[in-house]
């Protein structure tokens, strides 16, 4: 499509409607809206507009609709895909204003929350109240609710609470030409039509903005058991992950990280790879001393004490753990967090990496994290791939490298989205598509699926203002 006029007519329509303060035009000032976390994604803005509230969002989105003025919704811009920046010189709607936390209805479980409040905030707002927020993930600090709703976030809780879609039990939006949907009143059953909160979840921000989100929140668990387990192979981390499952009731997180991203990760700390000194659970033959094939991080949380539960389920493990170690005390669990919720700074410290977000089948899991690695080499033979991930839900974060922190090369994405495919997985689990991966959606979604996207797409957005180059080919 094509671009509209930024002109001095609409600079002080949209000042008139959010304050002067709060329109950036200047490129110092406008730079960081333009650049994605991962610093592969960066683009250009003319214009970032920083509304207050619900009723200033649709102002400025009827002002820029008028105009023609594509838009790019953004959250703390935390994403992964690109999905968050300005790539062709769209304007920036930050939502980061719209942060106010409303009282927790603690009947319901339930809480509305603006979307620029951050998880962080929103976990401890819920936390006063003894609940919880279902979804974590280590961007927790910068990640916003309506971001984390709008790419359908995922994180640690996945296979205990399910990802951000299953939270939402009521939201609100602007559409592009500026009206404004609403149904916040989070009834669990509510039976009068579609569902657009649903809808809106997963749609990163092409079908409208999120203003406002109700959220079922969950019990606090406060009581906390963490394992670390080493094992020889892939294959067996896959099998115990399955046997956690099946005998941890109180299982609240299941983490892999596999063995290049745990060398690495292990000098970023500055420590060894965490293998033949965790104490707990002997040696079996043969000991690996230069780090296994792969480690779980198994979380058990509940309103007493779980380690007897997890320590059982660990020894029913028998000969598949090389070793393993508990950790009941804050300190100790943090420690053995570590190795896993650093994995992503030690790979971007390393340098600019092409990640891949996929999930397998359970039975494939062990298969694509063992053959990813030569499907990797055979397009870019200097690359080097770190895998990590949720074991617990099927979700691999592919992570690859080009020598001496260099881009691998663009090939190496098809390759591993073709091989995810080959193998009956899903190309995106929880980032998205963005724009990274818009050319490999087929892989996953049929023609008549596609154009299905598109008819919705064309019903809520019929000029194609909202984020236009992202999720739809």
């Not at 950036?24 to 406008?30: N, Q, Y």
């Not at 092409?206 to 892939?234: D, K, S, Y």
């Not at 380690?307 to 669990?333: F, H, I, N, T, Y």
């Not at 996929?358 to 063992?370: G, I, K, M, S």
């Amino acid at each position: 499509m094509s671009t509209g006029v930024i002109d001095a007519g609409l600079i002080d329509e949209l000042t008139g409607i959010v304050g002067a303060v709060h329109v950036l035009r200047d490129p110092e000032m406008t730079a960081g809206y333009s650049m994605d976390w991962t610093r592969r994604f960066a683009g250009a803005t003319p214009l970032v507009i920083r509304p207050g509230d619900t009723a200033e969002t649709a102002a400025v989105m009827s002002a820029l609709a008028a105009a023609r003025v594509p838009v790019v919704p953004q959250g703390g811009n935390t994403g992964l895909v690109g999905g968050s920046v300005p790539l062709a010189g769209e304007a920036v709607l930050s939502m980061r204003r719209l942060n106010i936390c409303e009282p927790v209805d603690e009947l319901a479980s339930q809480v509305t929350l603006g979307a620029g409040v951050t998880l962080a905030d929103a976990q401890a707002h819920a936390a006063a109240s003894g609940l919880s927020v279902g979804v974590d993930l280590a961007a927790r600090d910068s990640a916003t609710i309506g971001g984390m709703v709008a790419t359908n976030a995922g994180g640690i809780n996945v296979l205990r609470y399910g990802a951000m879609r299953a939270q939402v039990v009521g939201i609100e939006a602007v559409l592009a030409d500026g009206t404004v949907v609403s149904h916040l009143a989070g009834l669990e059953k509510d039976n009068t039509g579609y569902d657009l909160g649903s809808l809106l979840a997963g749609s990163e921000g092409t079908l409208g903005i999120i203003t406002r989100v109700r959220l079922r929140l969950h019990p606090t668990q406060p009581e906390r058991a963490t394992a670390l387990l080493a094992f020889e192979t892939a294959a067996d981390a896959v099998s115990a992950a399955a046997a956690l499952r099946r005998g941890v009731a109180s299982l609240h997180a299941l983490e892999a990280v596999f063995e290049g991203a745990m060398a690495l990760v292990s000098r970023h700390l500055g420590v060894a790879p965490p293998v033949g000194r965790l104490g707990g659970v002997s040696h079996r033959s043969p000991p690996i001393e230069d780090g296994g094939g792969a480690w779980l991080i198994a979380e058990a949380a509940a309103r007493t004490d779980p380690s007897d539960e997890l320590g059982a389920a660990v020894e029913e493990l028998a000969d598949l753990v090389v070793d393993a170690a508990v950790a009941l005390d804050p300190a100790a669990r943090q420690r053995l967090w570590a190795f896993r919720e650093n994995v992503t700074e030690a790979i971007s410290a390393a340098g600019i990496p092409h990640k891949l977000d996929v999930t397998l089948p359970a039975a494939r899991l062990a298969e694509f994290v063992d053959g990813v690695p030569d499907v990797v080499r055979a397009t870019d033979p200097d690359a080097q791939p770190l895998l990590f991930g949720h074991l617990g839900d099927g979700n691999v974060h592919v992570n690859v490298l080009g020598p001496g922190g260099a881009e691998p090369a663009d090939e190496v994405d098809d390759a591993v989205l073709r091989y995810v495919a080959e193998l009956g997985g899903s190309i995106s689990a929880e980032h998205g598509i963005g724009t990274a991966k818009l050319s490999q959606l087929h892989l996953n979604r049929s023609e008549a699926e596609l154009a299905a996207f598109s008819a919705i797409k064309r019903a809520l957005d019929p000029v194609g203002l909202l984020n236009p180059n992202v999720l739809l080919p």
